[in-house]
């Protein structure tokens, strides 16, 4: 198993950049990571994936805008953040899943955070 805690999320301005962070408890090399959002009134949306070996998807909504990376030596995951919207606005999940997948379909992941928030407004 493996536990994973959010940081980073802050309430910025409109083209403002946020960096989350998401540290894993251990042996983060052994896992697909992955980056899903939520506001109260929507579905969990996938953001960002990236497997094992590095492969990773985004999703087109923050493409370009969005870059996940992961530092398995730190056991840390990143999703790096630009010219943030104020549609951005969500709570912000690390998610992990054994093997090597750069998928963002929420029923793949079996391990979750606990979220940390990110607004975006002015």
């Known amino acids: 198993q493996v536990q994973l805690m959010e940081s980073g999320g802050d309430s910025v301005q409109p083209g403002g950049s946020v960096r989350l962070s998401c540290a894993a408890s251990?042996?983060?090399?052994?896992?697909?990571m992955a980056w899903f959002r939520q506001t109260p009134a929507e579905e969990r949306e996938g953001v960002a994936a990236m497997g094992r070996d590095g492969s990773s998807t985004t999703a087109e909504s923050v493409k370009d805008r969005f870059f996940i990376f992961r530092e398995d030596a730190e056991n840390t995951l990143f999703l790096q953040m630009n010219n943030l919207k104020p549609e951005d606005t969500a709570m912000y999940y690390c998610?992990?899943?054994?093997?090597?997948?750069?998928?963002?379909?929420?029923?793949?992941?079996?391990?979750w955070g606990q979220g940390t928030q990110v607004t975006v407004s002015s």
């Open positions: 998610a992990a899943v054994w093997g090597n997948y750069y998928n963002l379909s929420e029923t793949l992941y079996n391990y």
């Open positions: 251990g042996f983060m090399y052994r896992y697909s």
